[in-house]
């Protein structure tokens, strides 16, 4: 026997494909067997959980935002730490390895800088407000999980790369006038914080971040003297740049 899924219930959920309706409510969604599994492992609230096997075939394919409604999907509460109003008011790490992002905009590069920070156990991730919305139904898929154990916050990124400064730590940016990752000392983040910030997509790290950057590293192409491609995608340039931190540590 199925149980009713109303059309209230039906909409509600739909509604949550929108961040206006997610930032509404307080809520968003993961669809999937093994994201709820996650979800009910991790800290996050969890307000409702749909299972093929009980609402049926036809409620599941209204309710999910998947082309193949997947047999489970679950609502879930935002956390209450997901944007940081004062960056003043923030308790500053005294050490440890953290990315800040610019501007990054693609659902997909979000997702899988959240399982690059995941894998290389990155202390915390800082986000400004223009970047896309963590809680986006493309973004939680693609982090495949990570979203659950990531500190991340959109706060006001260029007070809280002065403030890393004035701590004494470092803030790195990509740039391709950097100095090449590889000849460069690195603050690994074991003694005062260290951030490493990436940029937009299409434009790269704003001009008023840059400002706060305290050096300016760059990912050598191979062979170094014949670059081929403009660029590289910022998922991969960031999972490039994390892995050297961490490589240098071991």
């Known amino acids: 026997m199925n149980f009713l899924v109303s059309n209230n219930e039906i909409k509600l959920v739909r509604s949550l494909a929108q ?12 669809e999937g067997e093994k994201m709820v599994a996650e979800a009910r492992r991790s800290g996050f609230i969890m307000e409702k959980v749909y299972l093929q096997d009980e609402v049926g075939e036809a409620a ?26 004062d960056v003043r008011e923030y308790e500053l790490p005294g050490k440890g390895l ?6 990054v905009r693609d659902p997909g590069n979000l997702g899988t ?4 920070a995941d894998w290389f156990g990155i202390d915390a991730v800082f ?15 693609a982090s495949m999980g990570a979203i659950f154990r990531v500190k991340f916050h959109y706060c ?25 990752i590889y000849s460069k000392e690195l603050n690994l983040g074991d ?12 434009n790269g790290i704003s001009g008023d971040v840059a400002q706060a950057v305290t050096a300016r590293l760059f990912i050598p192409p191979y062979p170094r003297d014949c670059r081929g491609s403009e660029s590289l995608n910022v998922a991969v340039a960031t999972a490039v740049a ?4 961490r490589r240098t540590a071991i």
């Open 19 to 30: 961040k206006k309706y997610r930032d509404l409510h307080g809520l968003f969604v993961v």
């Open 191 to 202: 003694v005062s914080p260290s951030a490493i910030v990436v940029g937009n997509e299409a």
């Open 156 to 180: 006001d990124i260029v007070s809280l790369c002065s403030r890393f400064s004035l701590a004494g730590g470092s803030v790195y940016g990509t740039f391709l006038d950097g100095d090449d």
């Open 113 to 116: 800088i959240l399982r690059i």
């Open 98 to 103: 953290f990315l800040v992002l610019d501007g």
């Open 242 to 245: 994390v892995a050297e931190f």
């Open 60 to 85: 599941m394919a209204r309710l999910s935002m998947m082309s193949s409604p997947s047999p489970a999907l679950a609502v879930l509460k935002k956390p209450s730490d997901s944007v940081i109003e």
């Open 127 to 141: 986000a400004s407000g223009d970047t896309v919305d963590l809680f986006n139904p493309k973004v939680v898929q």
